[in-house]
């Protein structure tokens, strides 16, 4: 497994959270900070899912082993509910009517804590919550979330095998195209 390439990813993670929050601190308006929280979300979810497939298709080819790559997919899983804990604070920052459960506070790490609990909860489907998105925007985002925990546990986690065993069976199919050539 590549650290370097998991640590690039948290670093962009937070670098692009930092530029969300920079935006709301310089009074930007709220339509251009939801394009850019949207524009990040998917970017980063996009980044994380093709990198993680493709990472698969490697680890599948090298026959690497599973305990290995449930540490890679949980690496993974990290970094997207670490994504949307931070879109769901920048969300709820714009509009402190988006989400319900959460008491004002001016302590932001406490939001966090709750944001980063309620995209857990989304993650792994357990859907039950005490902080509730009221808002498109926050709607939205979780909803997106949910479509791509959906993807990430039920095509990658759970095909995995079957992934590796259809590899191995194309690698005795390419030798046996190259020997007739």
């Known amino acids: 497994m590549k650290y370097k390439e998991l640590i690039v990813g948290f670093l962009l993670v937070l670098i692009l959270g930092v530029i969300t929050f920079l935006l709301l601190k310089m009074k930007t308006s709220k339509e251009i900070v939801l394009s850019v929280v949207f524009l990040f979300s998917f970017s980063k979810v996009l980044y994380?899912?093709?990198?993680?497939?493709k990472r698969?298709?490697?680890?599948?080819n090298i026959d690497m082993p599973y305990h290995r790559f449930l540490l890679f997919i949980a690496a993974n899983i990290g970094l997207i509910v670490l994504s949307f804990s931070i879109d769901f604070l920048a969300v709820y920052h714009l509009d402190k009517t988006?989400?319900?459960?959460?008491?004002?506070?001016?302590?932001?790490l406490e939001e966090f804590f709750k944001l980063f609990y309620l995209s857990l909860l989304m993650f792994t489907n357990m859907g039950v919550a005490n902080v509730v998105p009221v808002k498109i925007p926050a709607e939205f985002l979780v909803m997106f979330e949910a479509i791509v925990s959906f993807v990430t546990l039920i095509f990658i986690l759970s095909d995995y095998v079957t992934l590796r065993d259809s590899l191995k069976k194309l690698k005795p199919e390419k030798e046996e195209k190259k020997k007739l050539e």
């Open 56 to 60: 698969i298709v490697i680890i599948a």
């Open 48 to 53: 994380v899912i093709v990198k993680c497939f």
């Open 98 to 108: 988006s989400f319900t459960g959460l008491e004002e506070t001016t302590n932001v």
